[in-house]
């Protein structure tokens, strides 16, 4: 597999279209074509596939991309250090809103003061959506929220224990049962699906064969909390993202009938000699900060 296959088959996929890759690479569409086909040959597998219109990536090259963006990768490493004007090293982390706005925000900015020669690429999404980023090598470093970890491709740290609370305005009933009784109440407000705190919390209500009439979707904890903050519905939430507002008695824990694990807050790398000090350095800062806090 030639470099400049790996650049195509990488762009094929974030465009979904020869076309656009053709312009963004600076090759001719049928040179681009031409590219896939000989590797497709070399492979004797098939890498993509028109589905319903579109250009769709095949079991084979799904299960194959991650070395893909590993070479990809050690290509731009490689780059980076033959480079005599350029001694910065980029590191790509994916996190959870959840750790973004309680602390880790704080930890990235004080790495970009100390670290100038540290570049570091930021992006948020789902705790789930961030460990499959990490296997398929699109990130160096993912931070998760769950109730463990383990997978035999990637290392991980735990950074704290996360409380979970059942949360509401300070003048919503102060018990769960009496809470629901409330059509202003009984109204679950929390953030997309694919969130462990709302998977743990659906499969609570399961469970206890709880009866909850309204759910609402957000897009944020930010947007969760003002419509609580408007004295709307309840969620369940890590203590850490509501405690500045259950201090300060805008919003209360709601007590609850049944018992809730904690959930961890974990850091996952992966085991490549380039960037291994880097992630080191990583946790090392982020442990630190935590355990202060």
Known sequence: M??????????????????????????????????????EKTLNQK???????????????????????QIYDAEQQIKQISSHNN?????????????????LSEVIKNMIHNYPNIDINLQNNSCSMNQEKLLEDEVDIAFVL????????????????????VV????????FDELLQYRQYNHFVIN??????????????????????????LWSIGVIKSLLLDNIGFSFLPYRTVKKEIESRQLKVIETPFSVEKLGS????????WNKDINQLMIEEVTNFFSSK
Do not use: W
């Open 2 to 39: 030639e470099l400049r296959q790996v650049k195509i088959i990488k762009t094929l996929i974030e465009t979904g279209s020869y076309t656009k890759t053709a312009r963004r690479l600076n090759y001719t569409q049928s040179n681009v074509t031409q590219q896939v086909q000989l590797l």
């Open 47 to 69: 890498l993509f596939d028109y589905r319903h219109k579109q250009l769709l990536p095949t079991p084979f090259l799904k299960e194959i991309l991650p070395m893909i963006n």
């Open 87 to 103: 001694t910065v090293r980029k590191v790509r982390i994916a996190a959870p809103e959840s750790l973004m706005i309680t602390g």
């Open 146 to 165: 769950n109730d463990g970890v383990n997978h035999h491709k990637l290392n991980s740290t735990l950074i704290c224990e996360e409380d979970i609370v």
């Open 168 to 175: 509401a305005h300070q003048e919503a009933p102060n018990h």
């Open 192 to 217: 997309e699906k694919g969130s462990v705190y709302r998977n743990m919390f659906e499969q609570i209500i399961q469970n206890n064969q709880i009866d909850i009439i309204k759910t609402t979707e």
């Open 266 to 273: 974990y850091i996952l790398t992966k085991s490549y000699p």
